[in-house]
């Protein structure tokens, strides 16, 4: 009788130990190491069968034909473009959100429209269930085969009994192997599961998707190396009160991780979203102050967005900040340097800021709008409605040049704007038509020309 053997592992780096200790060595971080079961003597018995008929050898790389393998393209186009034009044989992805937020939906959905064979797996849900959620949803359906299975080897029984082009896991936190002891959803489950599908995957090409549950702090739940082990990390994002998601690659192995891919949600599923800016400049017909458009580029693809603020006097001693969507220590940084640059106490002031539609913006590039935003509430004065900002600002109150300029001018004249606040060091742009250009070097000088404070 062989003991199965266990270890004390970090649940943030994976690192193992003897004993139990407070502190991981390796990552510093307290309180992570917990003991758990290694993988028995079953796994022992596979890694040697494994080793005895692996039979890879090494091939030229110039001879190696890729068009004997395209990549799939699904009916789902935001989704093949986000990474990066189809997915890739034997390739692994994982789709990371919140609850709710609608990634069963999306996989769903594209295994019903599947030109080839799909085996949706859920762990979750029934396929009764299932089947509700696809009649909601429509589609072609006639490639799509649900499995409402968590025992992996079971799962890979009826994977080679199948065969399909795609396979589908609803949820990698719900499945167990039986090679390791552990409950579901447990780091060591996770783990063992996504390397054995892995290895399925990379031994008979088929992709297979994998959707992850991501914790309270928005990290995808499990070990840190689950998200080494795939090609491809996806992240499905959106607020529950607006129709609007976003999927963006976080990872990937097989295309840029720039872009992004935006759907809004209906009764009867996601649908694709052309025109985005429009979705995320809010319909107020009336001229009031606060109000700011700057453009952003994510990947290729430029977005009008809006930006509020509200600037009041603090009623008690600290001021509030208070920011949806705009990172809240730019946004003091910013503050800080018109206070210093132009000389505004907005120490005595609050300031609330809004991205509106629920988006998260990381780029500088709208630093400008952000601060023309909260100057407009704060001097009760509005901006031009056919303007649009598009530049970053230095510590010194410097207007910076940001990238891609020419994607965001175009894309604010598309939209029916007819002037574009940029920095001088932008280089000049040629074949602009029909918007008027504003370059400047100094924040003073912008608030000048449209405020003359
Ligand atoms: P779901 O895909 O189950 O989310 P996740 O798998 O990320 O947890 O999405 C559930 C939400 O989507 C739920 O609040 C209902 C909504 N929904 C629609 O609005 N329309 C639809 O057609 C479907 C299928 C779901
Ligand atoms: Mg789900």
């Given at each position: 009788m062989s003991r199965s053997k266990t270890a004390y592992v970090c649940q943030e780096c994976s690192t193992q130990y003897v004993r139990w200790q407070g502190q991981c060595n390796s990552c510093k971080q307290w309180e992570t190491i917990v003991q758990e079961e290694l993988e028995t003597k079953a796994k022992k018995a596979w890694d040697r069968n494994e080793h005895a008929t692996k039979s890879s050898k090494p091939i030229k790389?110039?001879?190696?034909?890729l068009r004997k393998r395209p990549r799939i393209i699904t009916q789902n186009k935001e989704f093949d473009r986000v990474i990066g034009g189809g997915l890739v044989p034997g390739s692994m992805v994982l789709i990371g959100g919140e609850p709710g937020i609608g990634k069963s939906t999306l996989l769903l959905q594209i295994s019903l429209d599947a030109e080839e064979v799909v085996l949706y797996i859920s762990g979750e849900e029934s396929v009764e269930q299932i089947k509700l959620r696809a009649d909601r949803i429509g589609g072609n359906k006639k490639n799509c085969y649900v499995l409402a299975e968590t025992k992996l080897e079971s799962i890979f029984e009826h994977i080679n009994r199948l065969s399909p082009g795609l396979v589908v896991v609803d949820?990698?936190?719900t499945l167990v192997s039986a090679r390791v002891d552990s409950i579901a959803s447990s780091i060591t489950q996770i783990r063992t599961c996504t390397s054995e599908l892995l290895e399925f995957s990379k031994k008979t090409l088929i992709p297979v998707v994998l959707i992850g549950h991501i914790t309270k702090e928005g990290q995808l739940a499990g070990p840190k190396v689950l998200e080494h082990m795939v090609d491809t990390v996806l992240l499905f994002e959106g607020d529950q009160n607006y129709s609007h998601r976003l999927l963006r690659t976080q990872k990937n192995r097989f295309g840029p991780t720039s872009e992004i891919g935006i759907y809004q949600m209906h009764s009867n599923g996601l649908t694709e979203v052309e025109n985005p800016s429009r979705l995320l400049i809010s319909q107020k017909d009336s001229h009031s102050s606060g109000y700011a458009i700057g453009v952003t580029v994510e990947g290729i693809r430029p977005l009008l967005i809006e930006v509020q603020a509200l600037v009041s006097t603090a009623v008690y001693g600290t001021p509030q900040r208070s920011s949806t969507g705009f990172n809240s220590k730019r946004l003091n940084m910013l503050l800080a340097i018109l206070e210093k640059r132009?000389?505004?106490?907005?120490?005595t002031k609050d300031v609330f800021i809004n991205i509106t539609g629920g988006i998260k913006v990381e780029e500088p590039a709208i630093d400008l709008a952000v601060v023309m935003a909260v100057l407009s509430s704060y001097y009760d004065l509005t901006i031009p409605q056919s303007t649009c900002f598009g530049a970053e600002i230095g510590l010194s109150g410097e207007i910076r040049a940001v990238p891609k300029i020419e994607i965001r001018i175009k894309e604010a004249q598309k939209r029916g704007y007819k002037e574009f606040v940029m920095s001088k060091h932008n280089e000049s742009v040629e074949e602009i038509h029909d918007i008027k250009l504003y370059q400047s070097e100094r924040i003073e000088k912008v608030i000048q020309h449209f405020f003359r404070p």
């Open positions: 790389i110039d001879q190696i034909d949820s990698i936190q132009v000389g505004f106490s907005l120490g």
